[in-house]
């Protein structure tokens, strides 16, 4: 415990410092709004029945578009790898949209699916897919041939070495990979809220911003960035349990 | 699996070109007699040639180079500015007790933090400008810069530096002569995490503040439901990511050459 509080102490001087700037005066207090005021703000947030309708369209999103990409950038990704054809023909593609910054599939995302809760999974879905692509195909190319060869010899069948070698051997980068796709669904969750939405979280932000409630912004804007860091340390959590077996 | 192709070939390295440039053009050509077919409305789907046609007329009469440039601009200055001070923010944890206390916490949770959330209190503190937007890419990509340089930084090998220091080498001399270049390969990994992170979070926020730049412009073609507009954008900047992102890769390269991973780097 005490480790635990000497680790994050900086942080109660940052709040600290936050709450004598601007009641002070060093810092204009309309530009930002003193941290008990903001904690306040967060209480009657997270009392307020309005704040989980918002958090529940975004999580729906979320959950929808990142397992979309993960099952299907999974599938291609160890296709790729273990069928030379389908190799041959994608490979090229997945390099070169790869590097794309994917935020710039917004406006078509906008065009083709609408400003509903469709346009936001499917821009979560097409971000994050080439990522989970990219290490799944990695990840399965990368599988020690000697691996392989142990199986083949050992009887096992093209499918029997695909699920039983294979898949459990490349497991540990296919999940780090999906850790980056993780944070980048994040990103483009809020950015699309921010851009079309009647709801969610990001949407949320930008409405208090525009209104100039600011107390409540700067709080859903540290209840967004707790829930981006909670969810990658469940996911890390997650990952050490499945990959609990190769210690 | 199977052994990689021999890379070294000339004859490989030819064959790969072909079959890149011909997934491509298949690409291309899909798209456009897709495009061309009933199936999907030009609206939603303009034709290739009418969108390469879109991004010649602009080139020419000027407007993509400027719309270019000012993205180009933006992301590389936030990415600059997230580069210099990252690596000094990584150095310092990695040398110093008193800056590892106080950044650790900070950057363990900011690091998985979707930075994107803050682009409104930027926004507010910033104005609407350049400026924002440069701080904002700035602070959007930081992180990664700060958590391999200090990884790097703190994997150097305790013995050159000792060796150094028995030498004579001043503190000065040993963080740049020898801590830096040992930590390079791993910052300029960092790097490489931040640099897509910079071109992301610039275009978001041109499309949200406006402003011109791809993203401003993209963002009013598809107010206007200017199709060919908005597919010549993403084109754009796909091209400008794509080249941003060769262009660090052979940076490292070249920074690298003396480092065994150049000499048996693998092409893909």
């Keep these: 415990m005490t480790a635990f509080l000497w680790r994050y102490s900086p942080l109660f001087l940052i709040a600290a410092a936050w709450e004598i700037a601007p009641r002070s005066g060093m810092l204009d207090a309309a530009l930002l709004p003193p941290f008990s005021e903001v904690m306040a703000a967060m209480a009657r947030l997270i009392i307020d029945p309005g704040l989980y309708v918002h958090a529940a369209a975004s999580l729906m999103r979320e959950i929808a578009g990142l397992g979309l990409a993960v099952v299907v950038g999974v599938g291609l990704g160890i296709v790729m790898a273990w069928y030379a054809p389908v190799r041959i023909l994608v490979n090229p593609l997945v390099r070169c949209i790869y590097p794309m910054p994917k935020s710039a599939l917004i406006p078509v995302m906008i065009m083709w699916l609408g400003l509903g809760h469709l346009a936001k999974i499917g821009l979560i879905f097409m971000g994050c897919l080439l990522p989970v692509i990219v290490s799944s195909y990695n990840a399965a190319r990368g599988v020690e041939t000697v691996l392989i060869w142990s199986a083949q010899n050992a009887g096992a069948s093209r499918r029997e070495i695909l699920t039983e070698i294979v898949l459990p051997a490349s497991m540990p980068e296919i999940l780090s990979g999906v850790r980056t796709a993780l944070a980048l669904s994040f990103v483009l969750l809020v950015s699309s809220e921010f851009l079309m939405a009647r709801e969610g979280l990001g949407y949320m932000i930008a409405f208090l911003g525009e209104g100039g409630i600011y107390d409540a912004m700067f709080a859903t804007v540290l209840l967004v960035s707790g829930i981006g860091f909670a969810a990658d340390r469940a996911y890390l959590a997650f990952t050490r349990r499945a990959l609990a077996w190769r210690a | ?268």
């Design chain 2, 1 to 268: 699996m199977e052994p990689r192709m021999s890379a070294s070939g000339l004859a490989g390295a030819s064959l790969r070109l072909l079959a890149a440039s011909g997934s491509v053009i298949a690409l291309l050509v899909g798209w456009e007699a897709l495009a061309r077919s009933d199936v999907v409305s030009d609206f939603l789907l303009p034709q290739f040639t009418v969108v390469a046609s879109r991004i010649a007329e602009d080139t020419l009469s000027g407007t993509l180079p400027v719309q270019l440039g000012l993205t180009l601009w933006r992301a590389l200055a936030g990415f600059a500015l997230a580069g210099v001070i990252g690596v000094g923010i990584g150095v310092m944890m990695a040398r110093n007790k008193a800056a590892a206390w106080f950044f650790d916490p900070i950057v363990s949770i900011g690091f998985p933090a979707p930075k994107i959330a803050f682009l409104p209190v930027f926004i507010l503190w910033f104005g609407l400008f350049d400026l924002s937007k440069i701080l904002m890419t700035a602070f959007a990509a930081i992180f990664p810069v700060i958590v391999a340089t200090a990884a790097g930084t703190e994997g150097v090998d305790k013995y050159i530096v000792w060796s150094a220091r028995n030498a004579g080498a001043s503190g000065r001399n040993i963080l740049y002569e020898i801590i830096l270049p040992a930590a390079l390969p791993q910052i300029i990994t960092g790097l490489q995490v931040a640099l897509p992170i910079s071109l992301i979070v610039t275009i978001v926020s041109e499309m949200v503040m406006g402003g011109e730049g791809l993203g401003g412009t993209m963002m009013v073609a598809a107010r206007f439901a200017d199709s060919v507009g908005v597919f010549a954008g993403i084109v754009q900047i796909a091209i400008a990511g794509y080249v941003l992102i060769k262009a660090i890769e052979l940076v490292r390269r070249r920074l690298l050459v003396w480092h065994q991973e150049t000499q048996q780097i693998a092409t893909f």
